[in-house]
C-alpha cells in the first residue's frame, strides 16, 4: 500500500516524489490523467523533431533544473538570439537596440527595481506568500508609483509573452516573485545588447521529466483521480482504474482540476475557487520569411492587443516550423487566434503555411487577483499544509514556472510530517 498518493506527474508531483523517496520515507505513488507524464512540460514531434508546446527555456537562475538535467544526461541547447517585430510598422530591430530610455537611464532603474524588491521582501518576506496590499496593485501601477514606468516595455516581453498576464492586470506580487535577482541581471544583459545564458533540452522538456518518472517506484499514467475521502484512519483516492489507501495526500494539479475530485472543506472551497487562468494558445505551424529564430511581438504585449502574436521561436534552423505564442481573448476561439497571428506576421513579410499542432492551456497560470492578494490569500492557502493529511505543490503555489516549483516542492516534503518515524505526526489536524 502506498503511504503517498501524489496527484499529478507534472513537474511538482515528480519532484515531490522524487524527494519523498530520497527521504526514504514512504512508499509513493504518483498518479497521472493522461498518458504520459510532464503536465505543462509537454513536447511534440513535429517534422522528426521536438518541439516545446509548454515549458522551454531555463536561465542561469534554473540551478535546481539544470542540476537535475545533468543527473539524467539531458543534452541542452543555447536558445537562439532574439529579435523585435512591430507588426504596425513592419520593422525589426535585435533586442537592446531601441530602449524607452537612454542605457544609463535603463541601468539605473533595473538598479533602483531590484532595491525596491530587496525593501519588499525586507517587509514581506520571499515568494507568494508575501502578498498584502502593497504588491495588490497592477504592476504597471506599482512600478509609475515608483517613476520605473520605463521598465514596462523591458519587462513585459519576459513576463506577458510567457502568458503569465499584461502589467496593467496581473497583480504587483507575481512579477516581484519572478524577476528575482538573476533575472533582474539578465533583463540589464538584454538590454544592453548582450546575449545572457539561457538554454532549452535539446529532446524537449519533457524529456527530463519522462527520465525522473523512470526511476521512480509508482507513476500510474492514464489514471484519473475520481474522488477523494480523507478521514482519521487514513486518505482513500478513487480513480478511473483503481483505489489507492494512503497516510498523505500531495495535490499538485491546478485548484480548478482538484475542486472536482476533493473532498473539499468550506476553508479549502473558499480558497481554491479564488484562482483565476490565463487562456494560452501555442500552435506551430511553418513561417516563412521570418529571418530571426527568436522573434517579440513588443506592440502586442499590451492588453488592447490580448489574441495577437506575442512571440515566435524557431527551434531547428533547418526547419521552418516556428512557435507561435497568444493569448486567446474572450469570447473568441482557436482559429480566429490563429488567423490574427497570420495577419500580425504578414504585417512583417513573413508568411504563415501549414499548422502542425494547436494546444490550447485554458487553465494556465493559476494566479489569484489583486483583491485576493490584499487579503494575503496566499498565506491562507500556505497554511492549509498538512491539514485534512494533504499538502499542496505545483504552480498555483509556487508561481508557474519549473525552477520556484521544484524549490517549492522540495520545501513542502523537507517539512511535511511524513516518514516511518514521523508517520504518527501525519494525523488530521
Ligand atoms: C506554453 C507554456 C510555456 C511555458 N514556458 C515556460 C518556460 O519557458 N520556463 C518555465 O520554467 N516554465 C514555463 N512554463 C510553465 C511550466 O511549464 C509550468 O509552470 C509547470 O510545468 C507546471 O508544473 P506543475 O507540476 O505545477 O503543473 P502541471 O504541469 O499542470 O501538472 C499537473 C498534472 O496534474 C494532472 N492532473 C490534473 N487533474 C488530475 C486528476 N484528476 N488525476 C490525475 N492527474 C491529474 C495533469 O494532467 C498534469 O499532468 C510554460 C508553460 C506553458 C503552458
Request: charged share 20%; hydrophobic share 45%.
Amino acid at each position: 500500500m502506498p503511504n503517498v498518493v501524489v496527484v499529478g506527474a507534472g513537474a511538482a508531483g515528480l519532484a515531490a516524489g522524487r524527494c519523498l523517496e530520497e527521504r526514504g520515507a514512504a512508499d509513493v505513488a504518483v498518479i497521472e490523467a493522461e498518458a504520459s507524464v510532464g503536465g505543462k512540460c509537454l513536447t511534440a514531434t513535429v517534422s522528426g523533431r521536438p518541439f516545446d508546446l509548454g515549458a522551454i527555456i531555463m536561465n542561469a537562475g534554473y540551478k535546481q533544473t539544470r542540476k537535475l538535467a545533468a543527473e539524467f544526461q539531458c543534452e541542452l541547447q543555447d536558445m537562439p538570439a532574439v529579435a523585435v517585430a512591430n507588426p504596425a510598422t513592419g520593422e525589426m530591430w535585435a533586442v537592446g537596440e531601441r530602449l524607452p530610455g537612454s542605457r544609463g537611464e535603463v541601468a539605473s532603474a533595473l538598479g533602483r527595481y531590484y532595491v525596491e524588491r530587496l525593501v519588499h521582501i525586507a517587509k514581506n518576506g520571499r515568494g507568494l506568500i508575501a502578498a498584502n496590499d502593497d504588491v495588490a496593485m497592477s504592476f504597471a501601477e506599482w512600478l509609475r508609483a515608483r517613476d520605473l514606468g520605463v521598465l514596462e516595455s523591458i519587462i513585459a516581453p519576459y513576463f506577458t509573452s510567457f502568458g503569465y498576464g499584461y502589467l496593467d492586470e496581473i497583480a504587483a506580487l507575481y512579477p516581484l516573485t519572478f524577476f528575482d535577482s538573476s533575472k533582474v541581471r539578465m533583463l540589464a544583459q538584454f538590454a544592453i545588447g548582450a546575449r545572457p545564458p539561457r538554454w532549452r533540452f535539446l529532446q524537449g522538456f519533457q524529456s527530463l521529466w519522462k527520465s525522473v518518472a523512470a526511476e521512480l517506484s509508482t507513476v500510474e499514467t492514464s489514471c484519473a483521480v475520481r474522488s477523494v475521502e480523507r478521514g482519521e484512519q487514513g486518505v482513500i483516492v478513487n480513480t478511473s482504474v483503481r483505489r489507492f489507501e494512503a497516510d498523505a495526500l500531495f495535490v499538485s494539479c491546478s485548484p480548478a482540476a482538484a475542486l472536482r475530485f476533493l473532498d473539499y472543506s468550506p476553508e479549502e472551497e473558499r480558497l481554491l475557487s479564488s484562482f483565476i487562468y490565463q487562456d494560452y494558445l501555442v500552435c506551430v505551424a511553418d513561417v516563412e520569411g521570418l529571418a530571426p529564430r527568436s522573434c517579440f511581438f513588443d506592440a502586442n504585449l499590451e492588453s488592447a492587443k490580448r489574441g495577437h502574436l506575442m512571440v515566435a521561436t524557431r527551434p531547428w534552423p533547418e526547419l521552418d516550423a516556428t512557435i507561435l505564442y497568444s493569448m486567446i481573448s474572450p469570447g473568441r476561439g482557436v482559429s480566429e487566434t490563429i488567423d490574427t497571428i497570420r495577419q500580425d506576421l504578414a504585417r512583417i513579410g513573413a508568411t504563415m503555411g501549414r499548422v502542425h499542432l494547436r494546444k490550447r492551456w485554458g487553465q494556465y497560470f493559476p494566479h489569484l487577483p489583486g483583491e485576493a492578494i490584499a487579503r494575503s490569500l496566499p498565506r491562507d492557502i500556505e497554511g492549509l499544509q498538512g491539514r485534512s493529511r494533504t499538502y499542496w505543490i505545483g504552480e498555483a503555489l509556487a508561481f508557474g514556472a519549473v525552477e520556484p516549483i521544484l524549490a517549492h516542492s522540495r520545501r513542502v516534503v523537507a517539512s511535511a510530517a511524513i516518514g516511518p518515524a514521523k508517520q504518527e505526526a501525519a494525523g488530521v489536524r
